[in-house]
């Protein structure tokens, strides 16, 4: 029987760079130090647990193995799903880890490092421009060697957000749009730069852009995005998540 972790509260959604060694945070030490080794080797587990799947999902997509090395590896797939499952959170409760360090989205699906779906991007925010940064492999793969159109929208999308979050609070896209001039290759480490032009911010609202290139030609446009970024009022965020709203968003 699966042991439902639930939380007094939810915290925080916010989005953070993804680093590549996580500090203990305040939120995380117990008074007497005793709980910083714990949260902090629960982190690194769940990013090595994120890398070893994701790993596993990248030879699952360029697998070209035969039939019953296929339904093997399934069995033993199914049999790790058990223990994972014998504490889990429903989608109304924040991970304990992102609610042990605010800022931290452990499993978000573009930037989270315990994610095994996602690259994961890391993502640096200076001066109000986001950085990303990643590397596709095939199980992103859309025209044959190349990324799926849906794929650049997720990671766009992310940046187009830290880009946002950057003037003050993180918003909602309440609009996205993409020119794909060009392929975004498979294979080859790729950059997402976003940036919100000033004259597109109003109180609760920005007009963040972003660009698609590969690292090694950064003036060379595979992708141009921009969004529209919404703060949602009190009351909105009420409908949306309930009685227990983010508290970035609950402030009357
Ligand atoms: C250490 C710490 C690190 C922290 C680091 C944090 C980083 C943090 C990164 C986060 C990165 C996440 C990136 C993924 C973000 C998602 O994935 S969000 C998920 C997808 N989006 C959604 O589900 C939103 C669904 N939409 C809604 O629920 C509602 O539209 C909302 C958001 C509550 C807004 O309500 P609404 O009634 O549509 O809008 P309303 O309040 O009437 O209008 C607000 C303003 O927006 C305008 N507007 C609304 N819709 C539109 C539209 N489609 N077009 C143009 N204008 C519009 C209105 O005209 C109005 O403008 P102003 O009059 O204020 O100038």
Partial sequence: MARRVTA????????????????????????????????????????ELGDALRELVQAAAGTEVDAATLRKTADQARDLVGPLTEASRTRHVPPTLDEAKPGRRMYNPASGPGNPIAPPMRVRVADGVATGTCTLGLAYEGPHSY?????????????????????GRPGMTVSLSLRYRRPVPLETPLRLTAWVPE???TDRRTG??????????????????????????????????????PPRWSEK
């Fill in 147 to 167: 990324t799926h159109g849906g794929i650049s929208a997720m990671l766009v999308d992310q940046i187009l957000g830290h880009a946002h979050a950057a003037q």
């Fill in 8 to 47: 007094a509260h939810h915290r925080n959604d916010q989005e953070t760079p993804v680093i590549s060694e996580y500090r203990q945070s305040d939120a995380e030490r117990e008074p007497d130090g005793s709980g910083e080794d714990h949260a902090q080797d629960r982190a690194r587990a769940a990013r």
């Fill in 199 to 201: 004259d597109s911010i």
């Fill in 208 to 245: 963040p852009k972003a660009t698609i290139t590969t690292e090694d030609e950064p003036d060379r446009l595979l992708v141009e995005a921009s969004g529209i970024f919404v703060i949602p009022t009190a009351e909105q965020a009420e409908r949306i998540f309930g009685d227990n709203p």
